[in-house]
């Protein structure tokens, strides 16, 4: 059974910095994209970044373009996003998801990824 799990997320001040990690299990996602998406209250989920398991090559939503860094481990199998400069607007559950294409244009798709995590919470004061 595939799992996906996330934390590092918290409240911070405007300005501050968070690393968000997933751990998966159950299968070795070697292949393919893992990425993180977002979730605002009233609002839908939208892509942050993605990152290709075999080469490393990343890409970003334009809105956290040069704050957000997307990394992973492949012998932990676990995927980290690191996120500076933190802005209100950044608040919002943040979620880990794996088995996407790592495609520009269909991996910012949440429907193109074939499991998720359960989220964690990034609250970001003003």
């Known amino acids: 059974q595939v799992q996906l799990v996330e934390s590092g997320g918290g409240l911070v001040q405007a300005g501050g910095s968070l690393r968000l990690s997933c751990a998966a299990s159950g299968r070795t996602f070697s292949s393919y994209a893992m990425g993180w998406f977002r979730q605002a209250p009233g609002k839908e989920r939208e892509f942050v970044a993605a990152i290709s398991w075999s080469g490393g090559s990343t890409y970003y939503a334009d809105s956290v373009k040069g704050r957000f860094t997307i990394s992973g481990d492949n012998a932990k199998n676990t995927v980290y996003l690191q996120m500076n400069s933190l802005k209100p607007e950044d608040t919002a559950v943040y979620y880990c998801?794996?088995?996407?294409?790592?495609?520009?244009?269909?991996?910012?798709?949440?429907?193109?990824?074939?499991?998720w995590g359960q989220g964690t919470q990034v609250t970001v004061s003003s």
């Open positions: 998801a794996a088995d996407g294409p790592f495609d520009r244009t269909v991996g910012v798709i949440a429907g193109s990824y074939g499991y």
